[in-house]
């Protein structure tokens, strides 16, 4: 089998590249040809910690594997990022292990990749102010991702731990935008397009705060009971995910699902957008992406890393 080691992903995976690979999966997923299998992702009882396993088959690139790992929020007092995985991939032909992949850059880079496809499907014309709430480790990724697909002017930034704003007010200068740290009625009122890149299990943005025509890529929620928005925001608006049944048991709609504010047949995946057999926007005021994070993101992107490592002689190869 081949290791991808995570120190050398930095030097493979571009966002350019994650984008293609998550757009073109969740057009798989649309067409049926390829599918998640079911979430595992357990509180463990030690360190506060979330993990599990994400994994699929994607029929159209041969991908089969999982995603093992998770989330543990102390992880900065050991210099580590609270996420922790790695991407297993498996030969489809004969169920033997083909690589085990650093999962914790590419988990940022495809996460950051949908939000960016959604916006680059859903956005309104002419978006020009991004709207951040999320200062964490993901929040940089989500920024440069949004940046490459939008014609942002400038940069509107909240965080529940103000302290931790100077990351969004430096990525915002890496990509040669204005940053302004605002409340959240402003931000809500004044941003087009809208990230939230939370760990919260209360809402955040509230219906109110959401003024004219925008789009919310709402990347936090993605386990039960985590919650960034607002149920009623999500009731007025046009929904869409990666995943229908992720959305509704460990996304962002799992609330308005559970309150019966929406249904499932309210929730389209993105896939049908990209594949033309839905129109996205169309004249809706608020749209919604909740990306839940889908196994067959993962697989996407460490098959074209897998790829990349083998060509430039950076992957190693073991006998196992
Ligand atoms: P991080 O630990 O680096 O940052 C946490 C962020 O959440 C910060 O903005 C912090 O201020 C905020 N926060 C922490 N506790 C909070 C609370 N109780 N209430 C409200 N806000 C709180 O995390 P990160 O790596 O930036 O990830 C952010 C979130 O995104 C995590 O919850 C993670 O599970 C989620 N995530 C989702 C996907 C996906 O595919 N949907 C992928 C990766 C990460």
Redesign the pocket.
């Known amino acids: 089998m081949w290791i991808v080691p995570e120190k050398e992903i930095a030097g493979l995976m571009t966002p350019e590249a994650a984008f293609d690979a998550v757009q073109a999966v969740f057009a798989a997923m649309a067409s049926g040809e390829a599918s998640n299998f079911p979430v595992v992702r357990e509180a463990i009882g030690h360190e506060d910690a979330?993990y599990g396993f994400k994994g699929g088959f994607d029929r159209s690139a041969l991908n089969l594997g999982l995603k093992a790992g998770g989330?543990w929020?102390n992880n900065q007092k050991r210099e580590l990022?609270?996420?922790q995985s790695t991407v297993f991939l498996f030969d489809a032909d004969t169920g033997r292990v083909q690589a085990a992949v650093g999962g914790n850059l590419l988990?940022?880079l495809?996460?950051a990749a949908?939000s960016a496809v959604s916006i680059r499907h859903l956005a309104p014309e002419g978006a020009k102010v991004l709207g951040m709430i999320?200062?964490?480790?993901?929040?940089a990724f989500q920024m440069r991702a949004a940046a490459r697909v939008g014609n942002f002017e400038r940069v509107l930034g909240w965080?529940?731990?103000p302290e931790?704003l100077s990351r969004l007010a430096d990525t915002a200068a890496e990509l040669g935008l204005p940053f302004e740290a605002v409340e959240l009625p402003r931000l809500g009122a004044e941003a087009d397009v809208i990230i939230s890149?939370?760990?919260?299990?209360?809402p955040?943005l509230l219906d109110g705060q959401v003024k004219g025509r925008t789009h919310i890529a709402a990347?936090?929620?993605?386990?039960k009971g985590?919650q960034e928005l607002d149920p009623k925001l999500v009731a007025r608006s046009r929904l869409f995910t990666d995943e229908v049944a992720q959305s509704v048991s460990i996304?962002e709609f799992q609330h308005a699902f559970t309150d019966k504010s929406i249904s499932t047949d309210d929730v389209t995946a993105i896939g049908q957008v990209i594949i033309g057999q839905h129109q996205g926007r169309g004249d809706a005021e608020v749209t919604i992406f909740d990306?839940?994070?889908v196994g067959l993101?993962d697989l996407a992107v460490a098959g074209a890393v897998l790829e990349l490592a083998k060509q430039q002689k950076k992957a190693v190869e073991v006998d196992i």
Do not use: C, V, W
């Open positions: 979330l989330y929020p990022i609270n996420h988990t940022a495809r996460t949908a999320g200062a964490g480790h993901q929040s965080n529940p731990h931790m890149i939370t760990s919260a299990f209360e955040l990347m936090g929620t993605d386990t985590k996304g990306g839940t994070g993101q």
